[in-house]
């Protein structure tokens, strides 16, 4: 017994430093396990969003206006996660599409992946590394707070 009990919370334990094994949907509706989401090798930025999410919805904007520039530098990936419930998502995809922004886009309408992953409000943001350990979690958005992102990503570009 005492074995398992050790098996179980190994599982657990790892399970929070990598991203869990839950499967999201992209914007076609294709099935994306969250635990194979990668970008070669380098870091890359998961994004927790909601259509209805005003800090939220000004975080991806302004990650938006310096995507380009960061991909160019650093080859961050960003993946932007709509928790909108099942019944909203089909305005995802407008709604990314009149925002212009650029990211994949995955819906996590049942919010499987934000329960195993522990957390409750958005925006949330980790970046995970590219070996795929979870290297940096925030929650919540202030004005200006990407330059945080950025920088993490640059530092952890720096260690490959």
């Given at each position: 017994m005492l074995l398992?009990?050790?098996q179980v919370l190994g599982a657990s334990v790892s399970a929070q430093d990598r991203l869990p094994k839950v499967t999201l949907k992209d914007l076609n509706g294709k099935a994306v396990m969250a635990d194979t989401l990668s970008n070669s090798g380098r870091p890359f930025i998961v994004d927790f969003f909601a259509t209805w999410c005003k800090p939220c919805n000004r975080e991806l904007d302004a990650i938006s206006d310096v995507y380009e520039d960061w991909r160019k530098e650093t080859g961050?990936?960003?993946i932007a996660v709509s928790i909108d419930e099942a019944q909203n998502s089909s305005k995802v995809k407008p709604f990314v599409e009149s925002n212009?922004?650029?990211y994949?886009?995955?819906l996590d309408a049942n919010g499987d992946l934000m329960r195993a992953m522990g957390f409750q409000s958005i925006p949330y943001v980790i970046i995970?590394?590219?070996d795929g350990?979870?290297?940096y979690r925030?929650?919540?958005y202030t004005d200006g707070a990407e330059e945080e992102l950025i920088e993490t990503v640059r530092r952890l570009s720096k260690k490959k």
């Open positions: 398992i009990a050790g961050v990936r960003l212009g922004w650029q994949d886009v995955l995970v590394d590219g350990n979870i290297a925030h929650s919540g």
